[in-house]
């Protein structure tokens, strides 16, 4: 047997987050019809999102050039210089921020490009010191779990739990157990949070902001379902930015996963690393998601889509969910669903829950409901003892809605029996 580096055993050797997809997979390879997928961060195939893309990639079949562009050379490391001012006059026009094509990279997807933020930002210092990525909400994306390459990279502070109607409730970050040591590189989140559904609100954002400001560290905030693109997101949020700040955005959620294609939008010493970064782990990125959205990002359509057709398909979807959800749940259990401001899951807490969210997920496995369980969201965090991390769930939306209404009729026999 080969001996492995310190990263090959931080990345190469498994971890929480591919047993469970690992299981997942194999439920669903092995699954019958009855299946129900509401485990997956799948985006929904919206047909008219589909039918632009088509049209794009007959426009780029049929445009001089235009296949050389997409698929048959090598963009720059930092991405193709076309996209790259597209983006900027996007934002610079539609939000008045004071950025260039300097303030822009394209990694391969957004999961690529938080990896390399994060251990260029946090794990071993040129000192010896260790610093460290400030999560000022758990519930977190878990994609960012795992990803330091010298081992854990994370510290999280718990919420506060606001309870906003029956039924509902909302986390909101504790300022008061905030606190940025010398050792944070970083704070970051993402809003709309995967897996509640959250959304910071302006006033969360701009404590947040002022708070990285005074201790010179970088805001990451993370918008793969935020505005302006995909713009699933339901609540009142202004988008932000400022010189301190690192925005990434995603072509996935829009509808384009397959294209690996992931924006950063942020300080100019930043994104040049970001630049060597990818040319050292892949050449150069993906470029046929950004040939496929380029004229849409120069004429604003791709702001006019989200707004008109991909909100509101998730809107809608999102009602039938919540709708399905109480009548599934009614009122002889203590049951409730954190506010759904945006991204494409319910996240559901019972805090009379006896047995744990991991129990809960392979009883529902077992009757072809998979969904994932809710512990895994809250790494960073070192309070084992702390019972709401057991007892929560996160349910995807982006499926048929007649599968989500049967598998949350399942979710709450299974929890009425436990
Ligand atoms: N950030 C969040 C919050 C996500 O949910 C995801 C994907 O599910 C990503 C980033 C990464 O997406 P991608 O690598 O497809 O751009």
Request: contains cysteine.
């Amino acid at each position: 047997s080969y001996e492995f580096s310190e990263f090959g055993r931080h990345l190469g050797c498994g971890s929480g987050i591919e047993e469970l997809m690992d299981d997942l997979g194999h439920a669903i390879a092995s699954g019958g019809p009855d299946l129900k997928m509401l485990g997956g961060g799948q985006p929904a195939r919206i047909p008219e999102m589909n039918a632009v893309w088509r049209r794009r990639l007959e426009e780029l079949m049929e445009e001089d050039g235009g296949l050389q562009r997409s698929l048959t050379s090598y963009d720059p490391p930092r991405g193709n210089p076309h996209f790259l001012q597209a983006v900027a006059t996007l934002f610079r026009e539609t939000f008045c921020w004071k950025l260039g094509p300097e303030n822009v990279a394209v990694t391969s997807g957004g999961q690529t490009a938080f990896y390399f933020l994060f251990n260029l930002l946090a794990g071993k210092m040129p000192d010896d010191s260790r610093r460290k990525i400030l999560l000022p909400l758990v519930p977190e994306y878990i994609g960012y779990a795992n990803q330091g390459v010298g081992g854990d990279l994370f510290r999280a502070v718990p919420p506060l739990i606001e309870k906003t109607a029956p039924h509902e409730f909302k986390y909101r970050v504790d300022f008061d157990a905030l606190e940025v040591t010398p050792d944070i590189a970083a704070i970051c989140v993402s809003r709309p949070t995967n897996p509640t559904g959250n959304v910071l609100t302006d006033e969360e954002i701009a404590r947040l902001s002022s708070i990285a400001k005074e201790n010179n560290i970088p805001l990451i905030i993370d918008n793969a379902y935020g505005a302006p693109f995909p713009g699933i997101i339901f609540a009142d949020a202004t988008p932000f930015w400022d010189t301190h700040v690192v925005l990434t955005y995603s072509l996935s959620k829009i509808g384009l996963p397959g294209t690996r294609t992931g924006i950063v939008i942020g300080p100019p010493e930043l994104i040049r690393a970001l630049g060597s970064m990818s040319a050292i782990a892949g050449l150069s990125n993906p470029n046929i998601g950004q040939q496929i959205t380029l004229p849409l990002i120069r004429s604003g359509e791709i702001l006019s889509l989200s707004r008109e057709v991909v909100r509101p398909f998730y809107q809608e979807k999102c009602n039938l969910a919540r709708q399905a959800a109480v009548d599934a749940f009614g009122d002889d259990i203590e049951w409730y669903m954190h506010r759904s401001e945006g991204a494409l899951f319910l996240w559901f807490w019972f805090p009379q829950l006896k047995i744990t969210s991991q129990e809960l997920y392979e009883r529902l496995k077992k009757r072809e409901v998979l969904v994932i369980p809710g512990q895994h969201f809250f790494f960073g965090l070192d309070d084992e003892g702390w019972p709401h991390r057991h007892q929560c769930i996160r349910v995807s939306y982006a499926m048929d809605e007649a599968v989500v209404r049967a598998g949350l009729r399942i979710i709450a026999e299974e929890v009425r029996g436990a």
